[in-house]
């Protein structure tokens, strides 16, 4: 069965997770093999981080756009939920700059700065040349003089990315924005596919030059993001019990399902319809909160890709003894509530903004490549609180009393397999 599949449908079809824990223990294996001639091995990982920063901005643009354009708030709403998604999202922010601080994960590995960078310039000249003409950003080559490979090899992404759409009607400027938008995901999706070459480049590049040294600091980076996002839950389900009227296990018990999915996809948008089903129909709660916080909030609540973000660049800063003044811990606060607003629900999406957090604070990008190790984990992990995210703005506009129908004993009956809803508390 498994002879007739050709390498390329066998790669695709294997899970991302599993390619990128493959490419790790590779890495291992031929970093141990190789030692310090492992250190060109980083450059495919420089490749692919590029080409994530090249998609950024636009995939941010489009998404915002597309927002605006499909959301249908009603009047009066709209302050109460961008007011509960603000704070929500800077809670996230600074409890992960808390626990980082706190942790410090990053006192355990030193890097010089552009280590990495010096050990790949020195490595293989054609291939710093082609790099070189890897676009930084999708509008860089038409504006920049001479860059006319760069322009040749967005030409070639945009014309191979568009043909999917090319017969798609374009009838009003909603579609427009569709089709730029899912433009940019087919790219962004080419990109993902890549990453395992990325993880295991860097990873035989870091084992062969450095040793273990590094992964001991990425363990403790792990269970930093995961104090940071259990604390963060903690949060929302105190504020669900003192905000809104389902209890906290009631909700969890409920939006099961969708918790599962999302960590399990790693996409809070392809979770959503299931968020807002399970909103409506186990949670009980009215129409248009579920809709406003499950489809709206998908796109733009993303509290544990913001906390992600924040503990991310307090890491690697760390890792280079730099200590970021106020100013720039202001900056890593600001430029991660924009980075998760406009990062798409998908796998991955937060490591592409998280090049506009380090480059607003001047970290090298580079070095989110270290990340790429770890982030096919954590990514589930925040995709989760994004889902908690939007479930619980749902819950907080719900509001200190059920929806009429919620409140009689039929629905009650009805719900949850008979569970039984703790409804009892309001007096
Ligand atoms: N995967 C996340 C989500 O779907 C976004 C991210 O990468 O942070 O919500």
């Given at each position: 069965m498994l002879e007739n599949r050709s390498p390329a449908r066998w790669w695709t079809e294997t899970p991302l997770y599993l390619r990128i824990i493959?490419?790790?223990?590779?890495?291992?294996?031929?970093?141990?093999?190789?030692?310090?001639?492992?250190?060109a091995l980083a450059t495919p990982a420089k490749l692919i981080l590029r080409l994530l920063g090249a998609v950024a901005a636009p995939l941010i643009l489009f998404a915002i756009v597309r927002a605006f354009l499909h959301a249908r708030i009603e009047r009066g709403t709209a302050p109460k939920l961008a007011r509960l998604l603000l704070l929500n999202t800077t809670v996230a922010i600074l409890i992960g700059m808390a626990v980082a601080n706190l942790i410090r994960p990053g006192d355990h590995a030193q890097l010089t700065p552009h280590e990495t960078h010096a050990a790949a310039k020195g490595a293989a000249d054609p291939l710093t040349q082609f790099l070189d003409n890897v676009p930084k950003s999708v509008l860089g080559p038409l504006t920049d003089d001479g860059k006319v490979l760069?322009?040749?090899?967005?030409?070639?992404?945009?014309?191979?990315?568009?043909?999917?759409?090319?017969?798609?009607?374009?009838?009003?400027?909603?579609?427009?924005?569709?089709?730029?938008?899912?433009?940019?995901?087919?790219?962004?999706?080419?990109?993902?596919?890549?990453?395992?070459?990325?993880?295991?480049?860097?990873?035989?590049?870091?084992?062969?030059?450095?040793?273990?040294?590094?992964?001991?600091?990425l363990g403790i980076f792990v269970i930093t993001v995961l104090v940071a996002l259990g604390l963060h839950t903690a949060y929302y389900l105190i504020r669900i019990r003192l905000w809104s009227w389902p209890r906290p296990l009631?909700?969890?018990?409920?939006?099961?399902?969708?918790?599962?999915?999302?960590?399990?996809?790693?996409?809070?948008?392809?979770?959503?319809?299931?968020?807002y089903a399970r909103l409506r129909d186990n949670v009980k709660l009215r129409e248009q909160s579920a809709s406003l916080g499950a489809l709206v909030g998908a796109n733009f609540n993303n509290d544990g890709t913001a906390l992600y973000e924040a503990v991310s660049a307090l890491f690697i800063a760390q890792m280079l003894g730099m200590e970021l003044t106020l100013t720039q811990q202001l900056m890593v606060v600001l430029t991660s509530i924009a980075a998760s607003v406009g990062a798409a629900g998908i796998p991955e999406a937060g490591l592409v903004t998280m090049t506009l957090v380090f480059k607003a604070v001047g970290l090298p990008v580079e070095y989110i490549a270290i990340l790429l190790t770890v982030d096919w984990f954590l990514d589930r992990c925040r995709t989760t609180v994004n889902v908690l995210g939007d479930i619980n703005v749902s819950c907080l506009l719900d509001g200190q009393t059920p929806a009429p129908a919620a409140s009689t004993s039929s629905s009650m009956a009805h719900n949850l397999n008979n569970e039984a809803i703790p409804l009892g508390d309001k007096p």
């Open positions: 493959g490419a790790l223990v590779l890495g291992v294996v031929v970093g141990l093999l190789l030692g310090k001639n492992a250190a760069s322009v040749i090899l967005l030409a070639i992404a945009f014309g191979l990315a568009l043909r999917r759409s090319r017969d798609t009607p374009v009838r009003t400027i909603a579609d427009l924005v569709d089709v730029g938008f899912n433009t940019m995901l087919t790219i962004l999706h080419w990109i993902i596919q890549v990453i395992p070459f990325g993880v295991f480049g860097i990873v035989a590049s870091i084992v062969g030059t450095k040793g273990f040294s590094d992964f001991k600091a009631y909700v969890l018990r409920g939006m099961r399902d969708a918790l599962v999915m999302a960590f399990s996809t790693a996409s809070s948008t392809a979770t959503m319809p299931v968020t």
